[in-house]
């Protein structure tokens, strides 16, 4: 759908009127199908927060069990090459909830004193436009103040926590001090000290299912698990005693602890005979994390390289299945490129309601769950997390992670370990400046402060001597400062290209 060759992306605007042009024409076909008497499908939006790329049963974990996802797997179509918009949780999340990138959906790094903005749309607002209930339960992480929060988001209820994670006990923010409380039911503070916080979300699908069953809705259960602390409960924590490894004995626990909530709601959507009325979608918001509070590590990635925080394979391509009985194939699976932008057009789709009316990146890819053959409506894919970038084409991916690019074939190098860029240096160049187009797509129409913010924060200066390291604002071509100035004229160093490294080389190629 989004042309993205050699020559740069195409404009904001005709790509707007492409996505416009596919919705028309996808909407005639739901409302021919609704007007047979059909309802249109509810809408069960399950995340799991960390889960590792390999970390289920169904995608090659065999040393944990995962017994209600892989069931979901069997009655539904499994994606093997889906990809989040970022290897951390804000800026996944906001690329999930408005089938944006994350620098385009105004949150390119996690929400702390800025969330996403308001006059973002979220899949939530897209359908209670058209008339959906709408709940969310779990862990948000898109913004605390004003115009940031579920409720002025597009979620009728919520309850849950807005920070990126709590102790599921104390409901106490889990990262740093001052010690604060951060669990909410709408905007009111909320208190339930001592109940185990994915009970909590579980009790409260449930009575949200059982209070819409009659009417279509949009239930979004971001679970906090198995994201740290790490604290499965007892009786799942004995199930992997025999396990050498503590570290994965921890994690191993908490995916199967997340494993049964997630299998209670499902079983509720059974017992109100709702299974067959509702599209179910389930994914991991990024890979593992190997950080402290989560002992270093427990989570896999299998075959590929990387983890939380990265932009190899294990940071961004996870686990994602799609469940509706009767409706969708079932126990298939999909190898085309797929992403999490993409859920927001296929909901749209499938619900047959009008897309937000302004431009979107994921296409609807109804055709690829219905058929192995359809193609993928991606030829290019970006991620920019802090100063590490990548992109991939094709079967070409290009990696920014430290001084040198590292370009792979995933086709014949699943684990990114064999760096091609020196063989391929026009296949270097040729997605080098498909991010540098990308990443000038991304922010040009934003908000004059939400650019800046953006410049700022994600795009850095091509590592020559005077520039290492270090961020500049994107304010037009002109230096603003001595300093500016200095650094587009680093002697010995072609630093014409702004964003992006592999034109900023030392003079005569190296
Ligand atoms: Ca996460």
């Not at 959906?132 to 979620?155: D, I, V």
């Not at 055709?367 to 070409?396: C, K, Y």
């Not at 014949?412 to 498909?434: F, G, I, K, S, W």
């Amino acid at each position: 759908m989004m042309a993205a060759g050699a020559d740069g992306w195409a404009g904001r605007g005709v790509r707007a009127c492409l996505v416009w042009i596919a919705a028309a024409g996808l909407h005639a076909g739901a409302a021919a199908a609704t007007a047979a008497g059909e309802r249109p499908p509810n809408v069960l939006l399950i995340m799991a927060d960390d889960q590792g790329a390999w970390d289920m049963q169904c995608y090659g974990a065999t040393d944990l069990a995962t017994p209600h996802l892989d069931a979901l797997a069997s009655r539904g179509v499994r994606f093997r090459q889906f990809y989040v918009g970022s290897s951390i949780c804000s800026p996944s999340r906001a690329c999930l909830m408005t089938g944006r990138y994350p620098q385009r959906a105004g949150l390119p790094t996690n929400a702390g004193k800025r969330g996403m903005p308001t006059e973002q749309i979220t899949i939530a607002e897209m359908l209670g436009k058209a008339g959906y209930r709408t709940g969310l339960f779990g862990k948000w992480h898109l913004g605390e103040g004003e115009g940031e929060r579920p409720n002025a988001q597009g979620f009728e209820e919520f309850l849950g926590h807005r920070g990126g994670c709590i102790d599921n006990y104390s409901h106490y923010f889990y990262w740093s001090g001052p010690n604060r409380h951060d669990l909410w039911r709408n905007d009111e503070e909320h208190f339930e000290p001592g109940i185990f916080f994915p009970e909590i979300v579980v009790r409260e699908a449930c009575r949200f299912l059982e209070a819409h069953r009659e009417h279509p809705f949009f239930l979004y259960l971001p679970f906090n698990t198995p994201h740290y602390p790490m604290q499965a409960e007892q009786h799942f924590i004995e199930m992997y005693a025999a396990m050498q490894d503590a570290n994965r004995q921890r994690y191993a626990a908490f995916v199967t602890s997340m494993d049964d909530k997630i299998g209670r709601v499902l079983g509720k959507l059974d017992e109100l005979g709702l299974s067959r009325d509702t599209l179910v979608i389930f994914l991991s918001d990024n890979g593992h994390s190997v950080e402290d509070r989560a002992f270093g590590g427990g989570g896999s990635a299998g075959p590929y390289r990387g983890h939380k925080f990265t932009v190899w394979e294990g940071g961004l391509r996870l686990p994602c299945i799609v469940s509706w009985p009767g409706r969708i194939p079932r126990g298939e699976v999909r190898d085309q490129i797929v992403h999490a932008m993409d859920w927001l057009p296929t909901v749209a789709d499938y619900c047959g309601v009008a897309l937000p009316g302004h431009p979107i990146d994921g296409a609807s890819i109804r055709t690829v769950i219905e058929s192995p053959d359809a193609p993928s409506p991606h030829e290019a894919l970006h991620w920019q997390v802090g100063e590490r970038w990548a992109v991939r084409s094709g079967d070409w991916k290009l990696v920014r992670d430290g001084k040198q690019p590292h370009l792979s074939n995933l086709a014949a190098d699943l684990a990114e370990a064999t760096n091609l860029a020196e063989q391929h240096p026009d296949v270097v160049t040729r997605l080098a400046a498909l991010h540098e187009a990308w990443a000038a797509d991304t922010l040009a129409g934003t908000d004059k402060a939400l650019f800046e913010l953006k410049a700022g924060q994600v795009l850095s200066r091509p590592e020559c001597p005077r520039g290492r390291g270090r961020s500049i604002p994107l304010q037009g071509d002109a230096p603003r400062s001595r300093s500016m100035a200095r650094e587009r004229s680093c002697p010995g160093w072609d630093c014409a290209t702004r964003l992006v490294a592999p034109t900023c080389t030392p003079a005569g190629g190296g």
